[in-house]
């Protein structure tokens, strides 16, 4: 059966032992890598992985195959070829790409109130 790299955009809820945990976020937006035969099959492989690592997942933005995706800016576009070269190195595991932390709707409103 034929294999596709996928990256799926995802917020995180980031559990004790986590990553994200670590460096004192509760939630964040993280890009994830996987080869999967199809969308279904990635999405139960990065949810094994994200509780095995201590997230749970909260969203999945969007799924696409990592060459169908357009990005806007160069940061994230080398960002993302960096997570297909990491993943073309280790085919079975699930690639992570850096962690953002995630503001809530009261962050939000602070900072444009202080803009």
Same mark, same amino acid.
């Given at each position: 059966?034929?294999?596709?790299?996928? *990256?799926?955009?995802?917020?995180? *809820?980031? =559990?004790? &032992?986590?990553? /994200? +945990?670590?460096? &004192?976020?509760?939630?964040?937006?993280?890009? $994830?890598? $996987?080869?999967?035969?199809?969308?279904?099959?990635?999405?139960?492989?990065?949810?094994?992985?994200?509780?095995?690592? =201590?997230?749970?997942?909260? %969203?999945?933005?969007?799924?696409?195959?990592? /060459?169908? $995706?357009?990005?806007?800016? +160069?940061?994230?576009?080398? %960002?993302?070829?960096?997570?297909?070269?990491? *993943?073309?190195?280790?085919?079975?595991?699930?690639?992570? =790409?850096?962690?953002?932390?995630?503001?809530?709707?009261?962050?939000?409103? %602070?900072?444009?109130?202080?803009?």
């Amino acid at each position: 059966m034929s294999q596709t790299a996928y *990256l799926v955009s995802c917020e995180v *809820l980031c =559990g004790e &032992g986590s990553d /994200g +945990a670590l460096e &004192g976020m509760d939630s964040a937006y993280v890009i $994830v890598g $996987v080869y999967a035969a199809n969308e279904d099959e990635a999405m139960t492989k990065i949810e094994e992985s994200f509780e095995e690592e =201590g997230y749970a997942l909260v %969203e999945a933005e969007w799924i696409s195959a990592a /060459g169908d $995706v357009e990005w806007d800016e +160069a940061e994230a576009a080398a %960002e993302a070829a960096d997570l297909v070269a990491r *993943l073309a190195t280790i085919p079975e595991e699930v690639v992570y =790409g850096p962690l953002y932390p995630a503001m809530d709707e009261d962050d939000t409103e %602070e900072v444009d109130e202080a803009a």
